[in-house]
C-alpha cells in the first residue's frame, strides 16, 4: 500500500504569510494526488486535482506542485478563512489513502 | 445539485455486524464511482472501500479486508457497506462519497454525505 506522509502535522502562520505544506508518497504516483481542506464540523472541500489543477471556485492564493513522490500545496497570502485542516490524498491505485491532515492555526 | 444521503449507522458490540447505505440523487448515480471514507472526530480521514461505476473495480482499506463488503444498485442509487466482525477500532463517523468520474483513469472526490455514525461498543 501506498503511504503518504504529511508535513507538518501543525502549524502557526498570520494573516498574510505564505504557507507551504508538503505531502510524500512512500512510491510513484505520478499526479495522481488532490488536497482537501476540512473545518470543524465540516466535511472536507477539494482545493486541488491531478497535483496541481484548480478545483472551480478555489481561490488562486491555492496551489500545487509536485509529481511521482514528493507534492506541495501553498498559500500565497494566508486569509482568516484558510484556518483549517489539510488533507493530501493519493489515487493512484487502491486501496487509496490519505496523508495523515495538517492543522492550520492562526498565530 | 448532488445528495448523498448515509443511513444504517449506530451502536453494535463487537463482533457484530452492521450494513450502511448511501442514497444519491442530483447526479446520474450509474456514471460514477463511490467510496466510503471514515473519520473519527478530531482526527484523520480514512478510505475504506472503493467501487467503480460498473462494479468491475473493488478495493478495499487493509484495515478492513475480508471483512467489510462494499456494493451498489444502480438501478436504486444506493451504495451500500456490509460491515462484519466489528471492532472498536472501526468507530467512526462514515461518509459516501462521489468520485468525478468511473472509477478508470484519474479520480478525485467531489461530493460528501455528512456522514453516518458507527460505534462499536460493548
Known amino acids: 500500500d501506498i503511504q503518504m506522509t504529511q508535513s507538518p502535522s501543525s502549524v502557526s502562520a498570520s494573516v498574510g504569510d505564505r504557507v507551504t505544506i508538503t505531502c510524500r508518497a512512500s512510491?510513484?504516483?505520478?499526479?495522481?494526488l488532490a488536497w482537501y481542506q476540512q473545518k470543524p464540523g465540516k466535511t472536507p472541500e477539494l482545493l486541488i486535482y491531478?497535483?496541481?489543477s484548480l478545483q472551480s471556485g478555489v481561490p488562486s492564493r491555492f496551489s500545487g506542485s509536485g509529481f511521482g513522490t514528493d507534492f506541495t500545496l501553498t498559500i500565497s497570502s494566508l486569509q482568516p478563512e484558510d484556518f483549517a485542516t489539510y488533507f493530501c490524498h493519493q489515487t493512484n491505485s487502491f486501496p487509496y489513502t490519505f496523508g495523515q491532515g495538517t492543522k492550520l492555526e492562526i498565530k | 445539485e448532488v445528495q448523498l444521503v448515509e443511513s444504517g449507522g449506530g451502536l453494535v458490540q463487537p463482533g457484530r455486524s452492521l450494513t450502511l447505505s448511501c442514497r444519491a440523487s442530483?447526479?446520474?448515480?450509474?456514471?460514477?464511482?463511490m467510496y466510503w471514507v471514515r473519520q473519527d472526530p478530531g482526527k484523520g480521514l480514512e478510505w475504506v472501500s472503493g467501487i467503480s461505476w460498473n462494479s468491475g473495480r473493488i478495493g478495499y482499506a487493509d484495515s478492513v479486508k475480508g471483512r467489510f463488503t462494499i456494493s451498489r444498485d444502480n438501478a436504486k442509487n444506493s451504495l451500500y457497506l456490509q460491515m462484519n466482525s466489528l471492532r472498536g477500532e472501526d468507530t467512526a463517523l462514515y461518509y459516501c462519497?462521489?468520485?468525478?468520474?468511473?472509477?478508470?483513469?484519474?479520480?478525485?472526490?467531489?461530493?460528501w454525505g455528512q456522514g453516518t455514525q458507527v460505534t462499536v461498543s460493548s
Open positions: 512510491q510513484g504516483i505520478s499526479n495522481s
Open positions: 491531478t497535483t496541481s
Open positions: 462519497v462521489k468520485d468525478r468520474g468511473t472509477g478508470f483513469g484519474s479520480s478525485w472526490m467531489t461530493a
Open positions: 442530483g447526479f446520474m448515480f450509474e456514471d460514477y464511482a
